[in-house]
T-cell receptor, first 111, second 109 residues
Framework: DAGITQSPRHKVTETGTPVTLRCHQTENHRYMYWYRQDPGHGLRLIHYSYGVKDTDKGEVSDGYSVSRSKTEDFLLTLESATSSQTSVYFC??????????FGPGTRLTVL | GQQLNQSPQSMFIQEGEDVSMNCTSSSIFNTWLWYKQEPGEGPVLLIALYKAGELTSNGRLTAQFGITRKDSFLNISASIPSDVGIYFCAGPPGNQFYFGTGTSLTVIP
């Protein structure tokens, strides 16, 4: 367990508004990830980070940006939310053997 | 992109029965991970596999890393009601992880 927390756990917002989701870990893991989970698609990688200020795109990165200013925090930003970004968002951190540990998720609804 | 095919998509079984599910990829993996997810929760790691042919157990769960390195199997013996959930396989052909679409397991008491 990487002691991963996410905030907020639930959010409802309107189309066009910016949204930031926060992920916090307590185990000093180097790699962190943001996924979205949608019915029929499973978990898909949005962005990941391999260190402070080091990030890279995943499979579904369009419309999302990330930042990592401290090892323990990884932020996901939707600059202008759209209805297609309604989803459940999970953060994960990778342990020393490449195993991933997940946070509890954030349910985002864009109206 | 990378595809992970997981089967079956869903299973309905009687309590006490054994369960088998598998996952295949279109490329070679160096790691296979199996997760369980319950409603409203994040995936929880069950078993991690790191080399071809490896067989690893975690209580009533046993997973194997296929010798072709393109597949993996998860077995649950003597199922109980708390086994209900969605089981995912996952693996990294590189820095990114890919996940199967899951096997939904229902255990009928």
């Amino acid at each position: 367990d990487a002691g991963i927390t996410q905030s907020p756990r639930h959010k409802v917002t309107e189309t066009g508004t910016p949204v930031t989701l926060r992920c916090h870990q307590t185990e000093n893991h180097r790699y962190m990830y943001w996924y979205r989970q949608d019915p029929g698609h499973g978990l898909r990688l949005i962005h990941y980070s391999y260190g402070v200020k080091d990030t890279d795109k995943g499979e579904v990165s369009d419309g999302y940006s990330v930042s990592r200013s401290k090892t323990e925090d990884f932020l996901l930003t939707l600059e202008s939310a759209t209805s297609s970004q309604t989803s459940v968002y999970f953060c994960a951190a990778a342990g020393p053997y490449n195993e991933q540990f997940f946070g509890p998720g954030t349910r985002l609804t864009v109206l | 992109g990378q595809q992970l095919n997981q089967s079956p998509q869903s299973m309905f079984i009687q309590e006490g029965e054994d369960v088998s599910m598998n996952c295949t990829s279109s490329s070679i993996f160096n790691t296979w991970l199996w997760y369980k997810q319950e409603p409203g929760e994040g995936p929880v790691l069950l078993i991690a596999l790191y080399k071809a042919g490896e067989l690893t157990s975690n209580g009533r769960l046993t997973a194997q890393f296929g010798i072709t390195r393109k597949d993996s199997f998860l077995n649950i013996s003597a199922s109980i009601p708390s086994d209900v959930g969605i089981y995912f396989c996952a693996g990294p052909p590189g820095n990114q992880f890919y996940f199967g679409t899951g096997t939904s397991l229902t255990v009928i008491p």
